[in-house]
């Protein structure tokens, strides 16, 4: 293998074992600088020698490999000019590992262990998605529709303050999970959305990224059998990957939900989505605790999939969920996806009328301009919808929704 296919090789591998191998070394060494230089080596070395030694039959084991001995040299030299010699030690310590405890999956545990308490929670997420997800400072910064400045600065204060604070990359105990979990699922919930739409990039969808969030919202399952919102998110994820395959066109434009073929999705994803808010709404109805979050947005989306159409969709029951969801997530998102909803149910003015009272807030967010383009179009106000397109346009990273949204501003009449 050579050319464009080592390279493609190399950045598929980068995807797919990236998250592997830090969470391996984090683990080993209990350093995430070490862990993430470490392996951004190996990745380099690959990039040298795979075009002239060939693809090896096993790049996950190569790189981890490679990565461990990266940083053995790197902690070699350090404990040469500053005196760690503990961490040298460590390198050499051929005892048994320590038990896993109850989170077995390196990168299950690695997301626990960012999700430290001691950081705030835009940084455990902003720090996990770095590590675990992958996704560059910028892929990050605009999921949180922040500066790409800014949120280089939160990761690196995160990083430092773990340092500092001397928090170990260790199991987390019993105790410990449940105290963390929010800052996990929003974590989980993050990495599938930038593979559901990836943020920017060529790729209009970043499929391994979904699905390693299903695979660990899987796993939390497994972990926390009885906990609603993690059968929540996991029903979230399922019921919303299910319609991937009709989510793209043929020719690389972004298919709405109104527009897609819903004999497309997947049949047993939606299946396995369905069942699962089945069995919340029964533990709810038989005196269980309220819906959360996650919750509330898997009912929503079994409304949707259980439409035979767009035009058939129960768009009440959606405000009505919404609604709820405010409650706990008074978030200007929240308020935006109800009032495109409230648009389904009252008409396109009165939707408007709520998308317009979140113009400060959302001015710099692409899906803010869209939803509020398409309300100007169905209100009979072309010009004011081709401007809101451009601006959409403009802040829109991926090219699938450019495309959709050009094609939208160019079907605009007057």
């Known amino acids: ?13 980068h995807r797919e074992e990236w998250a592997q191998v830090v969470a391996g070394l984090a683990c080993r060494f209990g350093d995430l600088d070490v862990a993430e230089e470490a392996a951004a080596e190996a990745f380099v070395t690959a990039a040298e020698r795979w075009p002239r030694d ?15 001995r990266k940083a053995i040299d790197r902690l070699r030299r350090e404990s040469q000019r500053d005196a760690k010699h503990q961490e040298a030690r460590m390198v050499y310590d051929d005892s048994p590992p320590e038990p896993t405890g109850p989170v077995e999956d390196d990168r299950l545990r690695l997301v626990f262990t960012c999700c430290h308490p001691a950081l705030a929670m835009e940084a455990r997420v902003a720090l996990t998605l770095r590590q675990l997800g992958g996704l560059t400072v910028a892929e990050i910064a605009r999921a949180f529709l ?5 949120m280089a600065r939160r990761i690196t204060r995160a990083k430092a303050k773990i340092k500092a ?9 019993d105790e410990d999970i449940r105290e963390r979990l929010a800052g996990v699922l929003a974590v989980v ?5 930038e593979g559901y739409l990836a943020s920017e990039g060529a790729e209009p969808v970043r499929v391994e990224l979904s699905a390693e969030a299903i695979r660990l919202g899987r796993l939390l399952r497994t972990l926390l059998p009885d906990d609603g919102e993690v059968a929540g998110l996991l029903a979230l994820m399922l019921l919303t990957d299910a319609r991937r395959p009709a989510r793209v066109s043929r020719t690389g434009e972004l298919v709405t939900l109104a527009e897609q073929d819903r004999h497309a999705w997947e049949p ?20 269980g605790d309220p819906p959360g979050r996650y919750q509330l947005l898997a009912a929503i989306n079994r409304v949707h999939t259980d439409a035979p159409s767009a035009r058939d969709t129960d768009w009440s029951t959606i405000v009505a969920l919404y609604g709820r969801l405010l409650l706990l997530d008074p ?3 929240v308020r935006l996806n109800r009032a495109v909803a409230v648009a389904e149910v009252d008409g396109p003015g009165v939707g408007l009328a709520e998308v317009d009272r979140l113009a400060e807030v959302l001015d710099g967010y692409h899906a803010f301009h869209a939803a509020r383009a398409d309300l100007l179009r169905r209100a009979g106000r072309g010009g004011e919808s081709r401007t809101a397109y451009d601006r959409a346009i403009d802040l829109a990273g991926n090219p699938a929704e450019r495309a959709y949204l050009a094609r939208r501003r160019d079907q605009l009449v007057g």
């Open 54 to 68: 060939g693809v090896p039959p096993n790049p996950g084991g190569w790189l981890a490999t490679t990565a461990t």
């Open 189 to 193: 919930y993050l990495i599938f959305n």
């Open 165 to 173: 604070a001397h928090i170990p990359y260790r199991v987390p105990s």
């Open 268 to 287: 047993a994803l939606l299946a396995e989505g369905r069942a699962l808010v089945r069995e919340r709404l029964e533990a709810v109805a038989a005196g």
């Open 331 to 333: 978030s200007p998102i």
């Open 1 to 13: 293998m050579t050319g464009p296919n080592v390279e493609e090789a190399i950045t598929r591998v």
């Open 146 to 150: 922040v500066q790409e400045t800014t």
